[in-house]
């Protein structure tokens, strides 16, 4: 009896991952973009009728659940969301190393076919050490469009780590080269049980350096990637749930901030 039960459950399982992967396949598409050194990257299209898209630097398609789920609900409210797998693309192990590997120009790219394919505004999202992924792509694609930069409409950080080493007791952060050097607009937010929470105002000041509008906040009562573990908090699994949520707050808080929105 106990096994027949168990084969139940077994089968009832494999069934809802069954349907739970064909909807989300049902949700999104994956469209193809050439890259500058000849590969070409993968991208998981979440498509949606609105005038806005988010660019996200996961880096592996987002297919963490909280990203999968947060990318179906904004698109379902009309923000388009891609998800470009660029590990995949050259080959490279899902480790944080990996991160360093991925050139300046394939970011470049990817927000030039972002803007000209949708025909919409566009914002640059990531989290942990993929924004420094994002923010050495973003250098780069600003020197390029010095004259008209009007569809990048800004920049969402989750719990960024930007630190170019360790940081030293007593010492200012060190951080990568890209912080301070764009001027695109950019919202920042951090869980606020996290040490990097402390170091947030000397972020925000060295991000401004190059003219970008910077905007902070903290969240209430979660660490740093705080969806992206596997043991959370009641908070955390709170936050995660409503991440959506939060990701539309900080486009409407970018928008306030370069006047899209009158205040």
Request: hydrophobic letters at 45%; charged letters at 25%.
């Amino acid at each position: 009896m106990k096994s027949k039960h168990l084969k139940a459950i077994t089968s009832g399982l494999l069934s809802l991952l069954f349907i739970y992967g064909v909807a989300f396949a049902q949700k999104s598409e994956i469209i193809t973009v050439d890259l500058p050194g000849g590969d070409s990257v993968d991208i998981r299209d979440f498509k949606a009728d609105g005038d806005t898209l988010l660019l996200g630097f996961a880096c592996d398609e987002g297919t963490g659940e909280a990203e999968m789920n947060t990318a179906e609900l904004l698109s379902d409210s009309d923000i388009e969301i891609w998800m470009p797998d660029l590990l995949g693309a050259h080959f490279l192990p899902k480790l944080k190393s990996s991160l360093l590997e991925i050139p300046a120009e394939d970011v470049v790219t990817l927000i030039d076919a972002a803007i000209v394919q949708s025909q919409k505004r566009v914002y640059l999202i990531s989290s942990g050490q993929a924004s420094g992924v994002l923010l050495r792509g973003l250098v780069e694609w600003e020197k390029l469009h010095v004259a008209d930069d009007s569809k990048l409409g800004g920049v969402i950080l989750l719990y960024p780590r930007l630190n170019a080493k360790p940081p030293e007791p007593g010492k200012d952060p060190v951080y990568i080269d890209a912080v301070g050097k764009t001027r695109t607009p950019i919202a920042i937010l951090e869980g606020s049980k996290t040490p990097n929470s402390w170091a947030l105002p000397a972020l925000k000041e060295k991000m401004q350096a190059g003219g970008s509008l910077v905007t902070t906040a903290l969240i209430p009562g979660v660490r740093g990637f705080f969806y992206e573990r596997d043991k959370q908090s009641l908070p955390e699994d709170v936050v995660s749930s409503q991440l959506a949520g939060v990701v539309r707050a900080s486009v409407i808080k970018l928008d306030l901030l370069t006047g899209q929105i009158a205040q």
